[in-house]
């Protein structure tokens, strides 16, 4: 296969270049050689396992941008961006190290307190501790206001009750940052991030690992804390009442990183196609030889090559410290979208094949659909960009 990286000929981005470049090659060995193997035991156990973890903190691939003093390897969101776009290049997409690494750790580097980052940051870099962060409850997702989730405080504790639903890694996290409400009278002005370390806690429950139709190695749970009591130098943040503050200042960089997983996906997706249409054949020629294989081939490396430009345009930003939300948005809303798009139009391309599971493109087409709904459904997103109008 035409490698991915290279299927649209693009200059290479500063950012890309010389370290970042050689841990892409690192971690796309490491996903080829450790987790493309078992991959399909991981999607029939719908989840990777706690080993393959450990394997990627000894291989430098867990906490890649989290300071070197913190157990990390002092990199930026140049290095968190060459992993992710290892893994969805390699087609690995349900390995959660992402959402681990780009989105976790940096609540604990931006908001902990220096205890708290000597503590957790280094058991987060091995994989002894997995990551996950709770936000979505039943009843509140697009709206996060609507957390119903409570911590009273009890002396030096608090007092955790509530549920929270859709948590990635959420069967084998055991570092969970809670989003809930220290004061409910007071709305978003009353949310707290608590850090619950589920191997020190009583009270806590996982529900179901949930039946996805897509990213099936990846595990989705509900979560449920009933008089979960931890420590309130758990809180993040010198003052309660921070959360949301907090969340919206980190969410841009969760956003990028599913544009991350896009643009790897779009570019794999095109150069599996283009090698299938080469050789497939239909009356007497290559599919390729039809001239609509030919445009919309044509269109679709003319869209991933605007997308990758407009994303690699948005980490050159975001490294500089100056990727605003709103440019966020538009690269979460835009480059799923896209995604959608390039996969189905690849899976036709395929045929009656591409409906096949044994085809990469129909487990992409099955992968790619939640990317327009997690991390703010892409409607939100035209609504924060409307906002800017
Ligand atoms: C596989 C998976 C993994 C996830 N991982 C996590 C995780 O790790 N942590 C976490 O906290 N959450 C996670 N989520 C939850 C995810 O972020 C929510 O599903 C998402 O934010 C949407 O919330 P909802 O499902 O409650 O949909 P709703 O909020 O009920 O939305 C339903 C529909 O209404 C639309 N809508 C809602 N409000 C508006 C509005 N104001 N204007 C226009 N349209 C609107 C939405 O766009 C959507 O189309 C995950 C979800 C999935 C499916």
Same mark, same amino acid.
């Given at each position: 296969? +035409?490698?991915? %990286? ?29 987790? =493309? ?5 991981? /999607? ?6 706690? &080993? ?5 903190? =000894?291989?430098?691939?867990? *906490? ?20 992710? &776009? ?18 976790? =750790? ?8 220096? /205890? ?19 936000? #979505? ?11 119903? +989730? ?13 549920? @929270? +639903? ?7 996290? !055991? ?5 809930? @409400?220290?004061?409910? &009278? ?22 179901? !690992? ?5 990213? @099936?190695?990846?595990? #989705? ?18 003052? /309660? ?28 997706? $095109? %150069? ?26 044509? &269109?679709? @490396?003319? /869209? ?9 345009? *948005?980490? #050159? ?10 440019? =966020? ?5 835009? $480059? ?12 036709? $391309? ?40």
């Amino acid at each position: 296969m +035409t490698s991915p %990286a290279e299927i649209l000929g693009l200059p290479k981005p500063a950012w890309a270049a010389d370290e970042v470049g050689m841990l892409y090659d690192m971690a796309t060995r490491f996903m080829s050689e450790e987790i =493309a193997p078992r991959y399909d035991e991981f /999607e029939k156990n719908e989840m990777v396992d706690r &080993e393959s973890w450990l394997k990627a903190g =000894a291989a430098g691939l867990l *906490c890649a941008s989290m300071p070197e003093e913190y157990g990390g390897s002092g990199g930026t969101f140049a290095h968190e961006s060459a992993i992710i &776009e290892a893994i969805g290049h390699v087609g690995v997409d349900g390995f959660g190290i992402g959402l681990h690494n780009s989105i976790v =750790a940096p609540y604990i580097l931006h908001y902990g307190s220096q /205890e708290q980052k000597k503590k957790w940051l280094p058991k987060l870099a091995t994989g002894e501790l997995i990551g996950a962060i709770a936000m #979505t409850e039943p009843g509140a997702g697009s709206d996060l206001q609507g957390v119903k +989730t409570r911590a009273e405080k009890d002396g030096n504790q608090y007092r955790i009750n509530g549920s @929270k +639903t859709f948590i990635t890694n959420g069967q084998l996290a !055991n570092f969970i940052i809670v989003v809930t @409400k220290t004061d409910p &009278e007071k709305g978003a002005k009353g949310t707290s991030l608590i850090i619950v370390e589920t191997d020190e806690v009583e009270g806590f429950e996982r529900g179901r !690992n949930l039946d996805k139709i897509g990213l @099936k190695a990846n595990d #989705t749970s509900e979560l449920f804390f009933n008089d979960v009591r931890v420590p309130t130098s758990n809180l993040l943040g010198h003052e /309660e009442g921070q959360g949301f503050i907090q969340l919206m200042q980190q969410l841009p960089q969760e956003r990028l990183q599913i544009g991350t997983g896009a643009i790897a996906m779009i570019e794999r997706a $095109l %150069a599996l196609t283009i090698d299938y249409v080469k050789e497939r054949k239909a009356f007497g020629k290559a599919i390729i030889d039809f001239q609509n294989t030919q445009f919309k081939l044509a &269109e679709l @490396k003319t /869209e991933a090559t605007i997308g990758r430009v407009f994303y690699n345009d *948005c980490v #050159t930003r975001h490294i500089n410290g100056g990727l605003d939300p709103v440019t =966020a948005s538009m690269s979460k809303y835009w $480059l799923s979208d896209l995604q959608g798009k390039v996969v189905d139009e690849c899976l036709q $391309l395929h045929g009656g094949y591409g409906y096949m599971n044994e085809y990469p493109i129909a487990r992409m087409f099955r992968d790619a659909r939640v990317q327009r709904i997690y991390g703010g459904t892409n409607e939100i997103m035209k609504l924060l960009i409307g906002r800017s109008l």
